[in-house]
């Protein structure tokens, strides 16, 4: 028993550090989107391409749940 509460405290430590390193990118203008200068500060490698792709909706900007979608989905991994 105590072996299985050790365990499950370490995986909830471990998904609380994935679930805030999520958290990396800064809306520095403060409208509420990411624009792709503001995420490349996170990821450094980030392409047009995959800007586009996260930017499901098209409006040239990435909302909350749209990159929660593409961290989810790994289409963003943090450098």
Request: net charge negative.
């Amino acid at each position: 028993m105590k072996a299985l509460v050790v365990t499950l405290g370490t995986v909830v430590a471990m998904t609380a550090g994935v679930a805030f390193a999520q958290v990396a990118v800064e809306d520095t203008d403060g409208n509420g989107s990411y624009s792709m200068e503001e995420l490349m500060v996170a990821y450094a490698d980030l392409t047009e391409d995959v800007f586009a792709e996260v930017d499901a909706d098209g409006d040239g900007a990435v909302s909350m749940e749209e990159l929660t979608a593409a961290q989810d989905a790994e289409i963003l991994v943090s450098n």
